[in-house]
Every structure is written in structure tokens, then in C-alpha cells.
């Protein structure tokens, strides 16, 4: 069946660091893929998709580039912020109108 | 905001009891879904509706069901309530078929 693996945390950065959150994913046909962020005491909101192959997502300084080959959707930030300490969840949608959440991956970034 | 509106937001009942939360999803959006979140099990999907019929069911409990209504609102019941049924209950809506969603802030559910 469909499943989306992160990596797992929590993951501490300075404010400024490089941050890569790994996801890999398994799906039958041709799924959309999506990273959503969860800040403390809210719901989920999108954060960026890409719905074909070499598609690269991006939004508020994130990016992630959906590689068919390798299976993966990594999220990436050149210089990570206070305000971006957060839970974040890889997903993937296909046809069959479920969306498969990872476990999620907690960002700390202390100032 | 993301449009979506659950209540309650909080809600303390006691084991065998059952409750009902309610999920209004953006305008325009023909497609609910639900999804549970606890510690130790992360975000798990439960089920989805689209324009009033089941599409797709996850890892529902047989105590635990759902509609969505002529409205397009929707309503988790959830029945015989067990402690691990603690949890938050996410609501999400979407315009497209392929899973771009818009969460509620969700319902937190104690069992005592």
C-alpha cells in the first residue's frame, strides 16, 4: 500500500542553519505530494506541493523537489528562522482521493 | 483561518459515553476528511466524504462513524468511548480531488 517515511526527530537547529527534512514515499501511479506544517496549538496548513515528476514546491523560503526516481520529497530551507519551529508532515495524495500523512518531523531552532 | 470550523474545540466526557463533533468545510468545498491525531500515533486518516458519499475509509474504529449532510457538513460520532480515545479530531476540506487540504483547528477529546 501507499506510505510516506520522515525522518524522524526532533531536530534543533540554530536560527540561521540549513535545514533538510527527509521523506520518501511508496505509491502505486502517479500521487501529489505535499509538505504540511503544524504550528504549536493549530491545525495543519499547507506549506508547499508539486503534482508530477522534477515539479520543485516552494513557499516562505522552503522548497522541496519531487524526484520520482529516488522516491522523495526532502524539504529544504537555506536559513532557518525562530518562527519556523514547528511539527512538519510529508503527504502524498493519489487518485483515490486519501492523503497518507507521515509521522511527522518537530523543528526547534533556537536563537 | 483556513475557513474550515469544528466544534466543540474541547470536549471531557467520561469511558462508554458518546459524543458528536461537528465539522462546517470552506465554501465551495465538496470533500471532508477526518483525521485523528495522538502522540503515539501520529495523524491518522479515518475517513473522507465527498459531496455526501463515502470516497475512502482509513483505520476507523467500528464504534466510531461518520456523514456528511446535504449542507456538505459533517459529523463524527464516536460511541463506547475508551481512554485511548483521547485525542485531537481534525476536520480538513478540499476543492480538488488530489488532496490539497484545509484543516479546522481540530476538537480535543479527553476521556477520563
Known amino acids: 500500500g501507499n506510505s510516506v517515511t520522515q525522518m524522524e526527530g526532533p531536530v534543533t537547529l540554530s536560527e540561521e542553519a540549513f535545514l533538510t527534512i527527509n521523506c520518501t514515499y511508496t505509491a502505486t501511479g502517479y500521487p501529489s505530494l505535499f509538505w504540511y506544517v503544524q504550528y504549536p496549538g493549530e491545525g495543519l496548513q499547507l506549506l508547499l506541493k508539486a503534482t508530477k515528476a522534477d515539479d520543485k514546491g516552494s513557499n516562505k523560503g522552503f522548497e522541496a523537489t519531487y524526484r520520482k526516481e529516488t522516491t522523495s520529497f526532502h524539504l529544504e530551507k537555506g536559513s532557518v528562522q525562530v518562527s519556523d519551529s514547528a511539527v512538519y508532515f510529508c503527504a502524498l495524495g493519489t487518485s483515490y482521493d486519501k492523503v497518507i500523512f507521515g509521522p511527522g518531523t518537530s523543528l526547534s531552532v533556537i536563537p | 483561518d483556513s475557513g474550515v470550523t469544528q466544534t466543540p474545540k474541547h470536549l471531557i466526557t467520561a469511558t462508554g459515553q458518546r459524543v458528536t463533533l461537528r465539522c462546517s468545510p470552506r465554501?465551495?468545498?465538496?470533500?471532508v476528511y477526518w483525521y485523528q491525531q495522538s502522540l503515539d500515533q501520529g495523524l491518522q486518516f479515518l475517513i473522507q466524504y465527498y459531496n455526501g458519499e463515502e470516497r475512502a475509509k482509513g483505520n476507523i474504529l467500528e464504534r466510531f462513524s461518520a456523514q456528511q449532510f446535504p449542507d456538505l457538513h459533517s459529523e463524527l460520532n464516536l460511541s463506547s468511548l475508551e481512554l485511548g480515545d483521547s485525542a485531537l479530531y481534525f476536520c480538513a476540506s478540499s476543492p480538488t480531488r488530489i488532496g490539497e487540504l484545509f484543516f479546522g483547528e481540530g476538537s480535543r477529546l479527553t476521556v477520563l
Open positions: 465554501s465551495g468545498d465538496l470533500s
